[in-house]
């Protein structure tokens, strides 16, 4: 789990207004700061399967949100993707 202010600091960055916590910047930018937490603990427990398990699930989770954002804002999404550093 990433911690409360590191969770703060990814959603102060990406909301669109004050308060926002659910748009799809926000929700992408929490999975990615979540999805390299847990690659670089798999790095170190490499027999974790059940760590493992979850990041697909994660990484399946951010790939749909960032597939109906493509459709919503094409133009933000690459912004996004940019600033994550996301291919």
Sequence with gaps: MIKAEKKQEVISKFQRKEGDTGSCEVQ?????ARIKELTEHLKANPADNHSRH????????????LTYFEKQ???????????LGIR
């Design 28 to 32: 992408i930018a929490l999975l990615s």
């Design 73 to 83: 804002d094409l133009e933000a999404c690459r912004a996004l993707k940019k600033n």
């Design 54 to 65: 979850g990041l697909v699930k994660m990484v399946s989770k951010r790939k749909k949100l």
